[in-house]
């Protein structure tokens, strides 16, 4: 609640679970066929192979759908696993490897009290995927 800056009042008055849940869904079957195994989602963010995908797999299955894999592949695009490879030579230098701390290294701009807000952080996440995939994407010397 501190690091989100939220309180249980705000809490109390979000919308259930199973409310958000199925909103959610709604949404996804907007885009995706849950029925048609060639129509899925990536799911990309920042850690989520280690946080995220499990995080949201048990959401799922707390709402009684065991169906996570007709939404998303499994293998998911995990940008800080693909910042390990870009920034390899350099990590033993850096303090932690959080998403803030990354970006920086990146040389992106972070506005400190913009983080941990979602759609902030959405976007730290894609400056840092964009900056991997223009490297990966130059002609080898």
Known sequence: MKI???????ISAYPTMQEVYQLFVTML????DKYDKTDKFFLIGYNNAAFDNAFLR???????????GSWFWANG?????????????RRQKMIDF???TVALEMGIPVDEGRLHDASYDIYLTWSIYHIINHYRKKPAA
């Open 77 to 89: 695009i995990d940008v800080m696993v693909m910042a390990t490879e870009y920034l390899l030579d």
């Open 98 to 100: 959080k998403l803030k």
């Open 29 to 32: 079957a907007k885009y995706v």
């Open 4 to 10: 989100a800056g939220v309180t249980i009042e705000a």
């Open 58 to 68: 048990a959401w799922f299955v707390q709402n009684g759908d065991s169906y996570f």
